[in-house]
């Protein structure tokens, strides 16, 4: 069984930066690729991306590329979400979940197995 548990979130202003971590425990990380996803009130869960195992991200929403990158500190069974130039739009809550490898790359919320709890972020005008 998987934990996960995002931390770094927080009300910010537009233009700042935040990164949040995700820490796996309780399984094998490298067996999982990890995913980011962001759901703001009234509105379904959207995909951020992904990192792979070996490190290969996939990008999600248009309005985060440029902006948001993912990376992935196996020795520490951690991942980054780094988000710049934040926008009021960047409002959601923020989560991690984890896939098994084999699933391939996936971005939909169905195929990932593990969840975190999320973080809330609040971007201010």
């Known amino acids: 069984q998987v934990q996960l548990v995002e931390s770094g979130g927080g009300l910010v202003q537009a233009g700042d930066s935040l990164r949040l971590s995700c820490v796996s425990s309780?399984?094998?990380?490298?067996?999982?690729?990890i995913g980011w996803f962001r759901q703001a009130p009234g509105k379904e869960r959207e995909f951020v991306g992904r990192?792979?195992?070996?490190?290969?991200?996939?990008r999600g929403a248009d309005s985060v590329k440029g902006r948001f990158t993912i990376s992935r500190d196996s020795a520490k069974n951690t991942v980054y979400l780094q988000m710049n130039s934040l926008k009021p739009e960047d409002t959601a809550v923020y989560y991690c979940?984890?896939?098994?490898?084999?699933?391939?790359?996936?971005?939909?919320?169905?195929?990932?197995?593990?969840w975190g709890q999320g973080t809330q972020v609040t971007v201010s005008s």
């Open positions: 990192i792979s195992l070996s490190g290969i991200i996939t």
């Open positions: 979940a984890a896939s098994a490898a084999s699933r391939g790359i996936v971005t939909a919320a169905s195929q990932y197995d593990y």
């Open positions: 309780g399984g094998t990380f490298s067996s999982y690729a």
